[in-house]
């Protein structure tokens, strides 16, 4: 009897170890959760492509591409809206920047106001700041690819497109 007692409490610490090795590898492994949860999170989101540039990422369905246009600098804007009760909101804005000068400078005065963490998007470890005029701003440097993405929506996705962020060169 003894011996199955003792068995059986050999078992159970083992079990109970596996378990709480099974959480710690969880919570120390959060861009691998996110990421499944993203994946389920985001399937019936549109994906919007851009060839020429590159790269590309999943977006909310009730969003669409409102316009592309380019400014004085060179700076290529693509930005996405969101209608509500007959008004139309930006969502999302995308910058492609010409020139690594234009996009350091545009970063130098990101991170003078902002705090930075590092996040990963398409393996690879870019800049993301959080409180940048409280709008969520990721700075995306990958090749001669430069890629500014603010998140204006209030909707918390920025995350979860990053999740989805690819690069197609």
């Known amino acids: 009897m003894n011996s199955i007692l003792a068995i059986m409490s050999v078992v159970l610490l083992m079990g109970e170890a596996w378990i709480k090795e099974a959480t710690m590898q969880n919570l120390h492994d959060p861009q691998s959760q996110q990421q499944t949860n993203s994946a389920a999170e985001t399937s019936n989101w549109h994906t919007y492509t851009n060839i020429e540039f590159g790269f590309e990422f999943r977006y909310p369905d009730h969003w669409k591409e409102a316009n592309t246009r380019t400014d004085k600098a060179k700076v290529i804007w693509i930005n996405f809206s969101s209608s509500f009760e007959g008004s139309t909101r930006n969502v999302l804005y995308v910058k492609i920047f010409p020139d690594r000068r234009t996009f350091s400078l545009e970063e130098r005065l990101i991170a003078g106001n902002a705090t930075a963490r590092q996040v990963t998007v398409d393996k690879t470890t870019q800049n993301l700041y959080g409180d940048f ?9 990958n090749n001669d690819l430069l890629v500014e993405i603010g998140d204006p929506s209030k909707e918390g996705c920025l995350n979860q497109i990053l999740a989805t962020f690819r690069f197609s060169k």
């Open 133 to 141: 005029l409280e709008l969520p701003t990721v700075m995306i440097s």
